[in-house]
């Protein structure tokens, strides 16, 4: 499952904790209650740890509770303890349509309801597909031994300074350490960085207690700011990934919207990283 060399170009498209809260409320209130007619299968391959056949029939007749983010997985709850468990990666993406209708080359799976289905694609198949009973999450790839997640009430600047003072290490990568907190990926940890003024590149272990404290704020405001943006947008417009609204990621020989100089990139093991030279220290 190695990436490709020109996915670099699209890691930005990596659906982050804001997509996918947003995705999840947006599905909540179109499909809350609905009861699965039929759930069909057009390719396996992303499903792991159950048979087609098992897969359609255990879905038959649930009745969805709702959908939840959870870092950067998407969770579908069923009323009695059953999940889909989804990491989406690159272009796993979501789209209710009407009941009917045939399968496209990069649709996965379906849940048919009364009245619409809900679909889900992947046209690289790179994304992960589990169905769990019972909170049983020890078979779901990279799911467990995460941190909390970057928006939890309960992750105070406190509990973030602790956390942080564990990692070693510049500070970009390990914003993106879900194990250290979950549902940031490349492109939001650049914006929080430039809006908390501090270098990707910089060593933890240099950071003062201002600076942490700084950076714990960003993140919250960056996240939060970024969400009701999305919120504005349709189902169809968040997943074509338009992110139109980031200050600095991915947008290489552009202005920084905080001072108006440059904006510098640089690319290593696949993942561009955009700064400022001049906001952030
Ligand atoms: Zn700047």
């Known amino acids: 499952m190695s ?7 699209e890691d930005s498209l990596l659906p982050e904790l804001p997509e996918l809260k947003v995705i999840a409320e947006k599905l909540s209130t179109l499909l809350k ?36 983010a959870d870092g950067k997985f998407l969770l579908i709850k069923f009323r009695d303890d059953f999940e889909i468990i989804i ?60 941190g909390p997640s970057a928006l939890s009430p309960d992750l105070t600047l406190k509990e973030f300074s602790r956390l942080l003072q564990r990692r070693r290490g510049e500070i970009k990568n390990i914003l993106r350490n879900q194990r250290f907190v979950k549902g940031i990926g490349n492109a939001y940890a650049d914006e929080i960085l ?20 700084r950076l714990f704020h960003s993140m919250r405001s960056i996240l939060t700011k970024f969400m009701d943006v999305l919120r504005e947008r349709t189902l169809p417009e968040i997943t074509l990934e338009n992110r139109d609204f980031l200050m600095i990621h991915g947008k290489k020989d552009g202005v920084c919207p905080l001072c108006g100089g440059r904006v510098s990139e640089i690319t290593a093991n696949r993942f561009k990283t955009n700064f400022c030279q001049t906001c952030q220290k």
């Open 3 to 9: 990436l490709q060399l020109n996915d670099v170009l």
């Open 33 to 68: 209650g609905e009861t699965i007619i039929q759930a069909s299968v057009n390719n396996p391959l992303p499903i792991h740890g159950t048979t087609v056949d098992e897969f359609k029939e255990t879905l038959q007749g649930k009745i969805i509770d709702g959908f939840e």
């Open 87 to 146: 990491n989406p990666m690159l272009t796993g993406r979501f789209s209710v349509r009407g009941a009917g209708g045939r399968p496209s080359a990069s649709d996965i799976f379906r849940l048919r309801f009364k009245t619409n289905s809900l679909w889900y694609s992947d046209r690289k198949k790179m994304g992960r597909v589990y169905l769990v009973s019972g909170h049983d999450y020890t078979d779901v790839a990279e799911f467990t031994n995460r």
């Open 194 to 213: 430039l809006y908390a003024g501090i270098l990707p590149f910089r060593k933890r272990s240099t950071l003062t207690p201002e600076e942490i404290e």
